[in-house]
Structure formats: structure tokens, C-alpha cells
């Protein structure tokens, strides 16, 4: 299965790609079949990500899927970011070829990662929210 137009255009113009000065959320997280990285920004204002931005040293697939990430939960509730699925994320970049499934979930750790971050830093338990994130010095990938 060859990419799509989506994925190439995401590939080869990635939106969202840096670093936040004075984030209120970092996440980083590590995927376990293939050991790549990614590091999620998030700005938050009244419950809304303001702005998001991300890192990784994840191939074409994981910068496909962050760019088009980034973009559905910019100024959508925490609450809407959760909900955010790598399956959603694949749907708007009309696919992904099998083996490159896990790439995708990168990206929705990344997110629920910097909430999670993001709560624990107003004092909040990001648990009962968020769930269990795997940290990334956990994966055993580095
Ligand atoms: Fe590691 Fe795609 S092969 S993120």
C-alpha cells in the first residue's frame, strides 16, 4: 500500500514541529516496536490547548500522523484531546499501510503524555482523566 496524498503532504510539510518556551505541558514518550521518540509541546488556556508543538526522531509516518494530530487538537478542549484516537488521526490522513499502524500511536501518547503533565503540574491527579501513560525512560527503548 503506497501512502497517501495526506500523509505525503503532512510527511513532507509537517505542521506543528518544534518546541514550546514555557510549555505547561511536556510529554515524551518512546514506542516500544521500534524505539522511536517523540516529544509533545501543549499550551493551555481555560481548559483549551492554545497551541501544541512536537518533536521526533519517528519516521515519515510518526511525522505524518503528529502533523495531523497537532492540527485536530489545536484549540480543542482537554477534553476533546483526549478523546483523540491514533485511529481518528489515520482516518484524516486517509490511511496508513499495517506496518505502520504503530507509528501513529505515538503521537495520541504524546498528547495524553503532555496533559498528563499538564495536570500534574496544576497539582491535579492526571490519572482518573488520563489513565496510565507510559513514561518514556519505561519503554526500556533507550
Ligand atoms: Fe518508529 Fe515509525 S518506525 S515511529
Known sequence: MAYSEKVMDHFANPRNVGEIENADGIGEVGNSKCGDIMKMYIKVENDIITDVKFKTFGCG?????????????KGKSINDALKLTNK???EALDGLPPVKVHCSVLAEQAIKAAISDYYQKQGIDPEPFVGKVPHCDECGCH
Do not use: F, W, Y
Not at 509516518?61 to 487538537?73: L, P, V
Open 88 to 90: 481518528a488521526v489515520m
Open 61 to 73: 509516518a510518526a511525522i505524518a500522523t503528529s502533523s495531523m494530530a497537532t492540527e485536530m487538537i
